[in-house]
């Protein structure tokens, strides 16, 4: 990985979500409340990996455009995975 790279930042932080992810989904794997949303959790952060990862450091502002709504996208999609798990435990307890 490039150092000099703008967006280092952002696929730090996503391999760490990853990794958060599935520490959390290992230790509470008794709960399926929160097994399954964090596995759906893992595949979109590691999507989101391989997008940070394609995206190029000369890349115009109208490239980005499309490779930004896929983020949207999975952010989306992660907040109601998230929801659904904390929802659950709630419903448990």
Known sequence: M??????LG???QTCGGILLVIWIAV???NHLTVLIPGCLLVVALILRLFIELSIAGDETDEELEGKYEQFKLLNQ????????????LMHQQ
Not at 2 to 7: A, D, Q, T, Y
Not at 77 to 88: D, E, P, R, T, V
């Open 2 to 7: 490039n150092k000099e790279h703008p967006r």
């Open 10 to 12: 952002q696929r730090l």
């Open 27 to 29: 230790h509470m794997r």
């Open 77 to 88: 999609f992660s907040f109601l995975a998230a929801m659904f798990a904390i929802i659950g």
